[in-house]
């Protein structure tokens, strides 16, 4: 039995919920301002990829949502939400940049498509902020302000014109012409929608365009809407 008088409970991590299209700058962008707060670092569509890679592994067709929910029977996951020290692992795997392949990205909407999918991770993604031992993290998908923490004290849609988006993705692949990169990221984005939408904000969210900012400018604009809703002395 423990001792009240010495009990003292462990506080709720703050949460910074961001959400956005791909390409908007979400983990690059979350992963900076985390480091900046001393906050962890929650990417959630990482266990979507990590489910999409682990289906591709044993064969599965990923548009089938019986196949892909047998596949999420075995599927032994881990994410580090350090910002400076990210991996992603699947059993004895380490996937971090597996995951980051074209032929995942391509696959990876089958699997998010699956509710039973969907209710399990975001089950997990709670579990892993609460156990964080962090003072807060950032925690970064498509359905976070709405969903998976709508409680969430910071609530922010970062966005970018789609052209803008395809081309900080373009520079990023080298395997693929800039008309492939851009095809599939709107195409990826076409076939999210129709699940979840991340496309406009929800009451109370704030939205972040970062077509006219730099890196820099726009890590600080989500520094500066965390201070504003928290009232946090956080960060630079
Ligand atoms: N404001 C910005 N100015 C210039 N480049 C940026 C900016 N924000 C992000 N980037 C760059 O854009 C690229 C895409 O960003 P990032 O991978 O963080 O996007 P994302 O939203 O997480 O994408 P996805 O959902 O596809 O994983 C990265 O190379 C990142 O460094
Ligand atoms: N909250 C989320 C996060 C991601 N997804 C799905 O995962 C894919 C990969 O996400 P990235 O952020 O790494 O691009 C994404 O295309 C979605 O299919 C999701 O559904 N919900």
Same mark, same amino acid.
Do not use: C
């Given at each position: 039995?423990?001792?009240?008088?010495?009990e003292t &409970? &462990? #506080?709720?991590?703050? /949460?910074?919920a961001i959400?956005?299209?791909?390409?908007?700058?979400?983990?690059?962008?979350?992963?900076?301002? +985390?480091? %900046?707060?001393?906050?962890?670092y929650l990417?959630?569509?990482?266990?979507?990829?990590?489910?999409?890679w %682990?289906?591709?592994?044993?064969?599965?067709?990923?548009?089938?949502?019986l196949?892909?929910?047998?596949?999420?029977?075995?599927?032994?996951?881990a994410?580090s939400?350090?910002?400076?020290?990210?991996? /992603?692992?699947?059993g004895? +795997?380490?996937?971090t940049d597996a995951i980051?392949?074209?032929?995942?990205? =391509?696959a990876?909407?089958?699997v998010?498509?699956?509710?039973? !999918?969907?209710?399990?991770v975001n089950?997990?993604?709670? #579990?892993l902020?609460a156990?964080s031992?962090?003072?807060? !993290?950032?925690?970064?998908?498509?359905?976070i302000?709405t969903?998976v923490?709508?409680? &969430?004290?910071?609530?922010?849609l970062?966005? &970018?014109?789609?052209?803008?988006?395809?081309?900080r993705?373009?520079?990023?692949?080298?395997?693929? =012409?800039?008309?492939?990169?851009?095809d599939a990221?709107?195409?990826?984005?076409?076939?999210?929608?129709?699940?979840?939408?991340?496309?406009?904000?929800?009451?109370? /969210?704030?939205?972040?365009?970062?077509t +006219?900012?730099?890196?820099?400018q726009?890590?600080?604009? !989500?520094?500066?809407?965390?201070? +504003?809703?928290?009232? #946090?002395? %956080?960060?630079?």
């Amino acid at each position: 039995m423990t001792d009240p008088r010495t009990e003292t &409970a &462990a #506080a709720e991590p703050i /949460v910074v919920a961001i959400d956005g299209p791909a390409g908007s700058g979400k983990s690059s962008v979350s992963k900076q301002a +985390a480091r %900046h707060l001393g906050f962890g670092y929650l990417d959630t569509g990482a266990a979507y990829r990590a489910l999409a890679w %682990h289906a591709l592994e044993r064969g599965v067709d990923t548009s089938d949502a019986l196949a892909v929910l047998d596949a999420a029977g075995d599927f032994d996951y881990a994410i580090s939400l350090d910002p400076d020290d990210y991996w /992603v692992r699947v059993g004895a +795997a380490e996937v971090t940049d597996a995951i980051r392949e074209p032929r995942v990205s =391509d696959a990876v909407s089958g699997v998010a498509r699956v509710p039973a !999918v969907r209710e399990a991770v975001n089950a997990m993604f709670r #579990a892993l902020v609460a156990s964080s031992g962090r003072p807060g !993290v950032i925690v970064e998908g498509r359905d976070i302000t709405t969903v998976v923490t709508p409680d &969430a004290p910071v609530r922010i849609l970062l966005t &970018a014109a789609p052209e803008v988006r395809a081309a900080r993705r373009s520079a990023e692949v080298a395997t693929q =012409d800039a008309t492939a990169v851009a095809d599939a990221l709107h195409r990826r984005d076409a076939a999210d929608a129709q699940v979840v939408d991340f496309l406009t904000a929800a009451p109370g /969210v704030t939205v972040i365009d970062s077509t +006219a900012l730099d890196f820099e400018q726009t890590v600080d604009a !989500v520094l500066n809407v965390v201070r +504003a809703e928290t009232g #946090a002395q %956080h960060g630079r």
